[in-house]
């Protein structure tokens, strides 16, 4: 029999069977009609509580529709709203937008904060500056953006600004996804005091969205790969049956399994609210340092055909190129997981390493 989360990856399926992957363009930000339909099917807002305008369900439902998208190409911001935006602002004890409206997640480090009111806790804020790199820029409706904290102010606070009328610069990353600059001109915003601790979660939970995804892609080009080179013939035989080509798609199904391992395992902790954010460090690293390698030997394994335009490879490795740099890079996370590996010293070490793995 299957299971609830069996059925709401096969209804995902099902909505991308009709929704074929499109390359993005400056007129074409993103795939509406595709949003509108999981909107609909009340996908948009799994994971997240009934009662707080979500549609229910499990962290592991949300990771599911989010690993089937991204598998897919799907050009929507869900990702960022049931794995980051979503949660964050649950946690900071802000109302949820509704879940058909698309809401994604930025960091505005350059963005200068000042209360409307006492600042304690839950309030009103106005913020000025500008904030780059915005996923689904010009698409999504509102924005859960991490800025400073306001002068006078430890920490950080996550804000909810509505962003649907603000206009957004035409930058993309390889893909073509947005991730435009977004300029707030006191911008009015619902927002709530994090710590230090509470701001590092929330940008752990950028990186493991991100780490899902691009796991999800991997095991995809992986199995795109197999695929072709067991119906591609050369010198009378399949490809599969060259040594040599058989040695690339272990080595990728190696780095593939390994992403895979680590992601479930930040997921689960995610879950658990424990080590959330060496976990995602750890994952985040791993997958990017995964990208190099898989991405590298399914082209080749293609040859020429894995280039053009026609055919769907593009549409995973420029998505895997691009989501490795994003919420924060190999360095960066490799130092944060560094840093919280020897932070109990030589003899918590071991410990600190077996619990993050």
Do not use: C
């Amino acid at each position: 029999m299957a299971s609830d989360q069996d059925l709401v990856i096969e209804t995902v399926r099902d909505i991308l069977g009709s929704h074929e992957p499109f390359v993005l363009t400056a007129e074409r930000r993103w795939d509406e009609p595709l949003w509108t339909a999981l909107a609909e099917a009340g996908l948009t807002g799994v994971g997240l509580p009934e009662e707080a305008g979500g549609s229910g369900g499990e962290l592991a439902d949300a990771v599911a529709i989010v690993r089937t998208l991204a598998a897919g190409a799907a050009a929507v911001p869900v990702a960022e709203q049931l794995l980051v935006a979503g949660p964050a602002l649950l946690a900071a004890g802000l109302d949820l937008p509704a879940p058909e409206q698309p809401t994604t997640f930025a960091i505005g480090d350059a963005v200068t904060v000042h209360p409307v009111d006492n600042g304690d806790g839950p309030g009103r804020f106005t913020l000025s500056g500008t904030v780059t790199d915005v996923p689904w820029a010009g698409a999504a409706s509102s924005v859960a953006v991490l800025v400073p904290a306001p002068a006078g102010m430890e920490g950080s606070l996550l804000a909810l600004v509505d962003v649907s009328s603000l206009p957004a610069t035409d930058a993309f990353n390889l893909a073509g996804e947005p991730r435009g600059t977004l300029v707030l001109d006191q911008a009015a915003a619902a927002g709530a005091l994090l710590t230090v601790a509470q701001a590092d979660a929330v940008r752990a939970r950028y990186a493991l969205a991100r780490a899902v995804q691009l796991a999800a892609a991997l095991e995809q080009v992986l199995a795109w790969t197999v695929q072709y080179a067991g119906e591609r013939h050369q010198f009378g035989r399949p490809l599969g049956k060259f040594q040599a080509i058989q040695m690339e798609l272990a080595e990728m199904a190696g780095e593939v399994t390994a992403v895979t391992a680590l992601t479930d395992a930040a997921v689960q902790a995610q879950d658990r609210a424990e080590n959330v954010v060496l976990a995602a460090a750890a994952a985040k690293v791993r997958a990017g340092a995964a990208v190099e390698v898989v991405a590298r030997l399914a082209h080749q394994v293609h040859g020429a055909i894995g280039f053009t335009q026609e055919h769907k490879l593009h549409h995973l490795t420029r998505r895997l190129w691009s989501w490795r740099d994003e919420a924060g890079s190999e360095l960066v996370w490799s130092r944060v997981l560094a840093s919280g590996l020897l932070a109990d010293g030589p003899e918590g070490f071991w410990p600190a390493l077996t619990r993050v793995g």
